[in-house]
């Protein structure tokens, strides 16, 4: 019985070592051991899992890159770690370093992107838009045309070609394409606020306020629609849209310098200068460094007439934007009103050098050579002005004044002619007809364009003596005489 009792527990103990081992090997499979007795995860499961992970992190950073949060960076870093052959997460991440002035990472990140995949439209489109930012616009427009034909459906590629066209100045072909890139995706703030900014530089501002508002419906934060809708708006002489647009702005970003000055455009449109100082003064508070805000103060410093004000904010401007046309052309104003005209001329020639189209520029230059007797200068400067602007219709009548100072009197007349079609209701340019047409001998004529001033401004001395100037070669004194004193009476002597 002992024998047979000790058989029973030497089997019993064997059983017990021998499940002892089965779960320790089992414990020792789960720790990476050299047995496995549970079924491995098939290799393209775990490959899908990590493309899925790598494309949701890739979707929040785009998202975030076009919303204008901050993320995106991150996001597009984390993507590419999980999967290192993503070339579009490479590509955005390339167009945020981009945006935040990293130039070099950017490009080593586009180069990256287009290693693994030189034939990806977005890849390619993105990296138009650096090319763009070091001012080379040829090889952004190669690679934007080369995103185009690959993928003609995609709006990112039309949208991007579009900035590039209006870097150009080509707001017509922009605008196609920034249709186009909208009937392909109506999802993007950015593509409407683009296109309703393309719209104001075109002068359908009506039709820019509906997309910018579309803008604002989809990114209820996006400074730049609010930036822009509000300057639609104030074109459009909407002044109170337009100091609404820029409180909405305000609540979004009160440190964004844009929105106070567009209030103090507004309120010096109104004729309220010393409010829009007001506005003028917070914007550059917000921003000590923001150049228009001081251009923006020193204009309405010299509609106050306080010209040392004026003087002393359009210098700042210029200190810290040397290169801002509108500071030298308002500080030649201030010159011009300080009777200076050799400083006046040296800031339009800024202006021209700074913004070459800038045709109030040329007019005011010009303007200086005729009082100085240079006419072929003058004139060539009123040229450059019609030009730039061919509806400008002050420089007609400048170039005409020119013009028949040299004696060249038909030019005159034919320049005037312009002038009238264009300002029919401005008394200068038909005192201007008036002497011409005297220097051309024909008196009539001249009676009728005098006549026209002082019957569109009753009060206009100048056009009175004009009249009274004819009566006396006519020999009709008396006609003379009492239109000499009406231009008297209204403070024109000569």
């Not at 995609?154 to 579009?162: D, K, S």
Request: proline letters at 2%; aromatic letters at 12%.
């Amino acid at each position: 019985m002992k024998n047979r009792l000790t058989i029973v527990v030497v089997l019993v103990m064997t059983c017990i070592i021998v499940a002892g081992l089965v779960v320790v090997q089992s414990r020792n499979a789960e720790l990476g051991g050299a047995v496995n007795l549970a079924p491995e995860m098939p290799t393209e499961i775990l490959n899908n899992s990590v493309s899925s992970s790598a494309n949701e992190l890739y979707e929040s950073g785009v998202e975030a890159y076009w919303f204008h949060k901050t993320g995106a960076e991150d996001f597009l870093t984390q993507a590419i770690a999980l999967d290192p052959e993503f070339a579009e997460a490479y590509a955005y991440r390339g167009a945020v370093y981009r945006t935040s002035g990293n130039m070099n990472q950017s490009f080593d990140d586009f180069s990256k992107a287009l290693e693994i995949d030189s034939n990806n439209a977005t890849v390619l489109s993105l990296f138009s838009r650096w090319y763009l930012q070091k001012g080379d616009t040829q090889t952004a427009m190669k690679l934007s045309n080369q995103a185009v034909e690959i993928d003609l459906k995609n709006g990112l590629v039309y949208y991007n070609r579009a900035r590039i066209f209006q870097d150009s100045g080509n707001y017509v072909n922009a605008q196609a394409d920034l249709d186009r890139a909208i009937s392909f995706d109506q999802s993007k703030s950015d593509y409407y606020q683009t296109h309703g900014w393309n719209l104001r530089k075109m002068g359908r501002n009506a039709e820019a306020v509906d997309s910018l508002l579309i803008a604002l419906a989809l990114d209820p934060e996006n400074v730049i629609a609010f930036n822009n809708l509000g300057n639609a708006y104030e074109d459009l002489g909407r002044y109170d849209e337009a100091l609404e647009t820029a409180d909405k702005h305000i609540q979004v970003d009160p440190n964004d310098p844009d929105a106070y000055n567009l209030k103090g455009i507004v309120y010096s449109q109104l004729g309220n200068s010393v409010q829009a100082i007001a506005e003028f003064e917070k914007a550059i508070k917000v921003d000590p460094m923001f150049s228009d805000g001081y251009v923006n103060l020193g204009v309405d410093y010299r509609k106050l007439g306080n010209l040392d004000k004026a003087l002393s904010a359009l210098n700042t401007a210029i200190e810290i934007d040397d290169s801002n046309p509108d500071a030298y052309y308002n500080r030649g104003l201030v010159y011009h009103d300080l009777d200076n005209d050799n400083k006046a001329f040296e800031d339009y020639s800024s202006t021209i050098q700074y913004a070459p189209t800038y045709h109030q520029a040329y007019l005011n230059r010009g303007n200086i050579y005729r009082r100085n007797g240079e006419y072929d200068k003058a004139i060539a400067d009123y040229d450059s002005a019609i030009a730039v602007f061919p509806q400008f219709g002050f420089a007609y009548w400048n170039r005409a004044i020119a013009y028949d100072s040299k004696g060249d009197y038909d030019q005159a007349l034919a320049d005037l002619e312009v002038a009238v079609s264009m300002n029919p209701y401005d008394t200068k340019i038909y005192n201007s007809l008036g002497i011409t047409y005297h220097h051309l001998g024909e008196y009539e004529l001249s009676l009728e364009a005098y006549q026209t001033a002082v019957d569109i401004d009753p009060t206009y001395g100048r056009g009175y003596y004009g009249l009274g100037f004819i009566y006396d070669l006519l020999g009709e004194a008396e006609r003379a005489q009492e239109n000499y004193q009406k231009a008297a009476d209204f403070g024109y002597t000569r």
